[in-house]
C-alpha cells in the first residue's frame, strides 16, 4: 500500500477533488488543448501572458485524480512565473515523474514534489505530464491540439 | 443479496458441472502473482488468455513443421499446409459456414471490416448511399465506414441505443431504406456486454436489400454462432478473445458476395496467374490471402477451437453467465457505484463508474491488488458520449473467472473508495 500511498497523497487527492483555477479565463491570449487517447482525459489552458510573465493561468477538462490535480497545482506554481522559469519548472518536473533523481534539482519543486510517487508508475506518468505539454503548446503559441501518443 | 448457504450451494452445484479450479490448471499464465498478489485476470474482452495446448501447438509448428504453406513439395511444408487448413475447417465448422472456402483468415476483426469496406463497400457504395452502423460501436466499426463515406460521398448513420445500452430497434428499422446498402453492427458490445438481436436485425436490413456486416469480436469466445441460422452476410472474429494467438482473425464471407467482390490486396498466393499485362486471381478463399500469412497463429487458432469444443461453449458460457448475475449483485450494492450497460440480453462484461473517482484511478488501484481491468473508453468514444462518461472501469469476465476472484474485485473497490474517501 505504500507506493499507492505514495502516488496518491493528500494534497493530490485534495486537488484532484477541487481543483483550483478551473474555469475558463476569459483574458487569456494563449490557448491550448491536450489529449490523452489512452484514457480519454481532456484539458484545455488558458493562459494570460503579460510581455514574459505568467499574469494569469486557468483549465477545464475532465481526467483522473493524478492529471486533474497536475493541472491544479500548475496553475498554481505558474502564476507571476516567466516563461523560461515555467520551461525550467516543466524539466525539473518532468524528471521528478520519470524518476530521474540524478537530474533532479527539487529545490524550487515546491507543491510539485508530491507527484514524487508518480514514477514508481511508469503508465500514470502521461497523467501527471498532460497539463504541462499542453502550457508548452500554448506558450509556443502554435496552438496546436497536444496528444500524450 | 443471498444468504450464505445458498451462495455455497450455487458453489457446490457450479463446482459438479464445471470444476473451474482444474480448468485454471490449463493457463499457465494464471498461476502467477502481481505486487505479491494472485494474479486475477479481469480484462478477458481485451484478449483472452491461452491455454497450454494453444501453446503447445505454435511452439510445435515452429520446432518440428515450420516452413511455408501451399507451394513446397517437401514434407514440412505439406505438414504445415495440412495444419494451416484443418484450422479453416475448424474455423468453418465453429461458426457454421456452408462452406470452408468462406473462410478468410486475417490479423483479426479490424482487418476483417476493413476488408469488406473496401473491397465490397466500395464497389457497392455511391454517392448518395447509406451505411448504417450503432452507437455502441467499436471504432474499428466505425472507421473503416467512416473512410468509405468520405470516399464515395456516401452517408454514414447511427441508430441510437437506449439507457441500457440495448439498440432501439424502432429506430434502428426507421433509419433502414432504399439507399442504405450495408449494415455493419456489433453482435456484443465489447464497453456493455450488450446481444445485439441479431436475426431481427439482419432479417430487416435484407428487407431493403442491404448487406449485413458482423462485427463478432466478443461473441465468438462466449456464445454458439451460426452464421447460415443468422442469415449475415459477413461475420468477423479475432483469435485472441477466443483463447488463441492474437494477429489471427476469421473473416466469413456468403461465398457468392465474396465471389463476386474484388481483391483486397494483391500479391503471392492470392493470383493463379501473372504476366506484366494481366493477372487472373486465384478461388477463394485464397483471392484474399495475399503474401505469407500468420501459419502459426493460425494453428494456434485452430487448437483454441479443439479447447472451446472439448470443454463446450454452452457449459463455459453458463458459468460466466453465473458469474455476470453474481458480480452485477455485487456491485450494484456498493454505494456510488453506477452500472453502464444494463441490457436485459448481456454477456460478462461488468463496466462501471465510480462517483468521485475515475476510472484510471479505480485501475491503479485495483492493479497494486493484482486485479487486472480495463479503463477508458474501450475504444468506443462516441459511447461514451452518449453516456456522458469520460471512460468506464470495466471488468470483463471468461470462464477460467470465480466467484472468489469477484469477491477480491469487490473488496478492491471498497479499498479504490477508501483512498479516495469516496
Redesign the interface.
Known sequence: MTDLQDLYQELILDHGRRPRNFRRLQDANRTAEGYNPLCGDKVKIFVQMDGDVVKDISFEGSGCAISTASASIMTETLKGKTRAEAEALFETFHDLVTGQKAKLDASDLGKLEVFSGVSEFPIRVKCATLSWHTLRSALNGNGEPVSTE | MKATSEVLADRAADAVSFDVQAIREDFPILRQEVHGKPLIYLDNAATSQKPASVLEATTRYYSSDNSNIHRGVHVLSQRATEQYEEARVKSQRFINAAGSEEIIFTRGTTEAINLVANSFGRSRVAAGDEVLITTMEHHSNIVPWQILCEEKGARLRVAPINDEGELILEEFEKLLNERTRIVSLVHISNALGTINPLRRVIESAHRVGAAVMVDGAQAAPHTRINVQELDCDFYAFSGHKVYGPTGIGVLYGKARLLDAMPPYQGGGDMISSVTFEKTTYNTLPYKFEAGTPNIAGTIGLGAAIDYVNQLGLEKMAAHEHELLTYGAELLTGIPGLRLIGTAKEKAAVLSFVLE??????VG??LD?EGIAIR???HCT?PL?DRFGI??TSRASLAFYNTKEEIDVLVAGIHKVKE???A
Do not use: E, N, Y
Open positions: 468521485g473517482v475515475h476510472p484510471h484511478d491503479t488501484i497494486r479503463t477508458g473508453h468514444m461514451m469520460p471512460a483512498v479516495f474517501s
